[in-house]
């Protein structure tokens, strides 16, 4: 993963919420009025996110945030000869947007982009083994000493979330769509399919399945409705959305209480979770770590597969379609993505309802 570029609508008021909020830091900026757009870079660990508004209806984000709001619209990936990826990509199904281009500098070497899904482009960028700032091609790092709402320097280490780096996207395609998705992300960029799943939760249903970059490093969660089952939430996404596109960004934690109670006090607001999951949680696992009256506390979830355990969470939307929201995950082992939450979480919310009517299980 090189960086996660969204399009909004008001730079302004997305760096305040990425910094107040989340503990970004703001690390460059890039454009001005004049040539269209505006962009800050933001980064926390190994995150590295840039938000950019256009103001100019020439550049991309507008018709971007026209169409859907503020969201994903670029994710880069870092590779060792941007050519050579980018003519395998194109040969095997990929669209070409930029050529490759060679650029002067320390930092950015060459760049190019590729289409990917729905209105998200993927940019491919090679790096210098020796680059000072890490940043995308043509921003100006911040000034930390600075005065302004685009000024450097960072937040003690004690006050941040401790978010490490994108553990992975959640993408909503149109049903039909989930298994060409998957095969452009193998034959195209040499991804892997490492997991596959069907959800059913009562008489909705969702098709998901997993890539991976030959790395690890970045993983697609890719999920469809079911087209033999009840509209849910993923055809509610598709339909505010307008079209395929990011759902959520899962970022990591090695501590996900400690990063919930920081977030929490910095005004990110959480999904809450029923009482009754907590009393069922401990028929199901066995925790490694965290106290379950933490945990319930904290609204945050477990699971459990092969691999381990992970503890995750979810924010409450502040997105105005209320089609993008993020995840805080820690994994201890685990491979996998939370599934079993959707349906322990439906069986608490059942149990509640049969309680509040007076009804025994």
């Given amino acids: ?106 930092g950015v070497v060459v760049t190019a982009t590729v289409s990917g899904f729905g209105d998200v482009v993927h940019s491919l960028v090679q ?33 941040l979330p401790g978010l490490v780096e994108v553990d992975h996207f959640a993408v909503c395609v149109n049903i039909g769509e989930l298994d060409d998705t998957i095969a452009f992300y193998r034959q195209a960029l040499g991804f892997r399919e490492i997991f596959e799943e069907r959800i059913v939760v009562g008489t909705q249903a969702m098709l998901s399945k997993v890539v991976q970059s030959r790395s690890c490093d970045i993983t697609f969660t890719v999920i469809q ?21 990011v759902q959520h960004i899962a970022f990591s934690s090695d501590d996900a209480a400690r990063s919930v109670r920081t977030l929490g006090g910095s005004g990110v607001e959480f999904l809450t979770t029923p009482a009754t999951y907590y009393e069922l949680l401990g028929q199901r696992v066995q925790l490694r770590k965290h106290d379950l009256a933490e945990l319930g506390e904290l609204n945050i979830l477990v699971d459990e597969d092969h ?25 201890l082992g685990a491979e996998t993505f939370g599934s079993s939450n959707i349906k322990a979480l439906y069986e608490a919310v059942e149990l509640e309802r049969h309680r509040e009517n007076g009804w025994s299980r």
Avoid at 132 to 159: I, K, N, T, W
């Fill in 1 to 106: 993963m090189d960086h996660v570029e969204l399009y909004v609508e008001d730079l302004d008021r997305k760096v305040a919420d990425w910094t107040g909020g989340y503990g970004f830091t703001v690390v460059g900026t890039a454009g001005s009025a004049a040539e269209g757009f505006r962009s800050v870079a933001l980064r926390q660990g190994r995150i590295l996110l840039v938000l950019t508004e256009s103001t100019s209806d020439e550049h991309p984000a507008a018709a971007y945030v026209h169409s859907h709001g503020d969201g994903v619209a670029r994710i880069a990936l870092r590779a060792p000869d941007v050519a050579a990826v980018f003519d395998h990509a194109v040969r095997n199904g990929a669209r070409p947007l930029a050529e490759p281009v060679r650029h002067e500098g320390p």
């Fill in 127 to 159: 790096r210098a083994e020796e680059d000072p700032s890490g940043l995308p091609e043509g921003f100006v790092p911040a000034d930390a000493e600075a005065d302004g709402p685009y000024a450097g320097g960072s937040r003690s280490s004690a006050d």
């Fill in 225 to 245: 409705p079911d087209p033999v089952a009840d509209a849910g939430q993923i055809d509610e996404f598709l339909k505010n959305h307008d079209g395929p596109g």
């Fill in 307 to 331: 691999g381990g355990q992970l503890f995750q969470i979810f924010t409450r939307s502040t997105h105005s379609r209320r089609t993008l929201f993020f995840e805080v995950i820690e994994r």
